[in-house]
């Protein structure tokens, strides 16, 4: 299965997902610079995190004016699959490929640090490995993770099932309904802040974030 | 010439974190009559044209598909000529 990874001017964790990919999930993967407009051949698109554009006006906002968001926007309508990491979140959320938005964190501080979610939807493209409920243990890493939507928009989310992922225990941004990750109601775009692809070898204190990638790799592989 | 100012700030009913620390940090240095804080941003252009209706319709298009975000944030501008 290939996977594509997008680099945008500002992405940072384009390489580690690459790496994942290639090293330990074992499959065809390529980049993709930000201003190509042709998806063909790929069966998974991954929007890394990082600072597209620097972060100014907003996050993803302007990254979301990208000639390749236009070949992402396509390539999620045809059902491929397309997974946003953090800034590749925020991206998704901006381009209106997922609902609501995001704020600073309530604390305003940047949080780097490991914190556990749990798979509340097990039945998504990218999370069928994971048990019912099982917690996961993957980092974070942002400033802007307080997700918010409005309140018809989150009952919506809920009777859709489309909450994948919420922190456990504690909430580490403030955001509505302890939203980590959410999926499109079509079940093909995955937005979360979490980092699975900074969890995925033992060496690195947790293999969890692995689970997302399997996921999506069976996923594929049973569609075809 | 026209300029352009536009200001850009959370929904009434969006939380905002930074309003609230600056709130926090006026009342610790003393100032105990403020019943809220918000902070925003303010954006000025300059146009290259004198047609005010045009503007204004060009300035609300940018607003909605680059400037704002209407999921969380709302928009006023204001226009003035410039020699």
């Known amino acids: ?224 | 010439m026209l300029k352009a100012e536009i200001h850009i700030t959370l929904k009434k009913t969006v939380v905002d974190p930074q309003g609230l620390i600056i709130k926090h940090a006026l009342e610790s240095i003393g100032y105990k009559g403020l019943e809220e804080a918000r902070i925003g941003k303010m954006i000025t252009l300059t146009l290259n044209y004198r047609q005010k209706k045009r503007a204004e319709r060009e300035i609300r298009e940018m607003c909605k598909k680059l400037l704002a975000n209407p999921i969380i944030e709302e928009y006023t501008f204001k226009l003035r000529e410039e020699k």
Not at chain 1, 156 to 180: H, M, T, W
Not at chain 1, 185 to 212: C, F, K, Q, T, Y
Request: hydrophobic share 40%; with cysteine.
């Open chain 1, 1 to 224: 299965m290939k996977f594509g990874v997008v680099i945008f001017p500002g992405s940072n964790c384009d390489q580690d997902c690459f790496y994942v990919i290639k090293e330990v999930l074992k499959q065809p993967v390529e980049y993709i610079w930000h201003q190509s407009t042709d998806l063909a051949g790929f069966d998974a698109v991954i929007l890394p995190g990082g600072f597209s554009y620097g972060d100014y006006l907003r996050t993803g906002a302007v990254a979301r004016f990208s000639p390749v968001m236009k070949a992402v926007n396509k390539f999620a309508a045809q059902g491929g699959l397309v997974i946003g990491i953090c800034n590749g979140f925020q991206i998704l959320l901006e381009a209106g490929l997922l609902p609501g938005a995001m704020l600073r964190n309530r604390n305003l501080h940047f949080i780097c640090k490991y914190v556990l979610v749990k798979a509340e939807n097990t039945e998504t493209a990218f999370s069928n490995l994971c048990r019912p409920e099982q917690i996961l243990k993957i980092p974070i890493a942002h400033n802007e993770g307080n997700y918010y939507i409005d309140d018809a928009g989150l009952q919506e989310l809920k009777q859709n099932n489309q909450i994948v992922l919420r922190y456990y225990k504690f909430n580490p941004n403030g955001s509505q309904d302890n939203i980590a990750g959410i999926i499109n109601r079509e079940g093909n775009v995955l937005g979360m802040m979490p980092h699975p692809e900074r969890s995925a070898e033992e060496a690195l204190g947790s293999r969890d974030g692995l689970l997302i990638f399997k996921s999506m790799l069976e996923y594929l592989q049973n569609k075809r």
